[in-house]
């Protein structure tokens, strides 16, 4: 039985207690009735949400795709008890965008183009742009009138395609940082990827300008591990990278990359 209180909901208002009533709908509607249900698509923090309310639901038949392995924007699927969960399933298309190598286009340009066909944001997922091709993962519902719709982006001409295997090379930018701590609790991890003091550090967790893995109800000791994802207001998004063992003073050698 869905509970919708107590627990995981308690910390949440606002659009984050709207998106936590609405995934506790759809699991309580797919178990009475046996039919998958889809979000949406959903940022990283949004799906934190969603999993966190659905483990804490008791609800474990569930998998978020957003079109290709690694998708950071991504749909939420619940399926019926002892069923398989089926990408297949998913209301993803992609729209293969092609066009001149030597015309620069941009994530803004793509997603511009698209916002001015009327269609909301939570029906777009990820846009991967390279030289002379893009992917755009949208909902299945509008992925017919963008491609009818759109002749131009900006002022380049483009040919539009809806592709069941698109051709993805991301191509993400980082930053290095590297250096020792005294211990993986987050405000170690956080001072040394501002540069700031331990103490300012603690500032910002405990202003909730900091998130880990999208999820601001963190704590200054809480335990970081390698893979972890963290953002701090004003200084950029992060990944703990790699933890790389101790130095002869017993202090912990890490290396972090910030998205550039």
């Known amino acids: 039985m869905i509970k919708k209180q107590g627990g995981c909901y308690d910390r949440l208002s606002g659009e984050d207690a709207l998106l936590a009533s609405h995934v506790a709908d759809m699991a309580e509607i797919c178990g009475k009735k046996y039919i998958p249900r889809f979000s949406a698509f959903l940022d990283g923090r949004q799906a934190a949400i969603a999993e966190s309310v659905l483990n804490y639901e008791g609800f474990d038949n569930f998998m978020f795709f957003g079109g290709f392995e690694g998708a950071s924007r991504v749909v939420l699927g619940v399926f019926p008890p002892y069923s398989e969960c089926e990408k297949s399933e998913f209301p993803v298309k992609c729209l293969a965008f092609r066009y001149r190598e030597e015309d620069k286009l941009t994530h803004r340009d793509f997603l511009g183009s698209v916002m001015a066909c009327g269609i909301n944001r939570n029906m777009i997922g990820d846009i991967i742009v390279n030289d002379g091709y893009t992917a755009a993962f949208v909902y299945d519902s509008v992925c017919g009138a963008l491609a009818s719709e759109i002749k131009k982006i900006g002022s380049v001409g483009v040919k539009i395609s809806v592709e069941d295997e698109p ?54 000791s809480d335990e970081m591990k390698s893979g972890d994802v963290f953002s701090v207001r004003g200084f950029g998004k992060f990944i703990l990278s790699d933890i790389d063992g101790k130095t002869k003073k017993d202090r912990l050698h890490i290396r972090i990359k910030k998205y550039i």
Request: aromatic share 6%.
């Open 167 to 220: 051709h993805i090379v991301i191509n993400e930018k980082f930053s290095e940082i590297s250096g020792t701590v005294s211990s993986l609790r987050l405000d170690c991890v956080v001072s040394l990827a501002t540069r700031a003091s331990r103490e300012k550090s603690a500032q910002y967790i405990r202003s909730g300008n900091v998130t880990v893995n999208y999820d601001s109800n963190v704590s200054v």
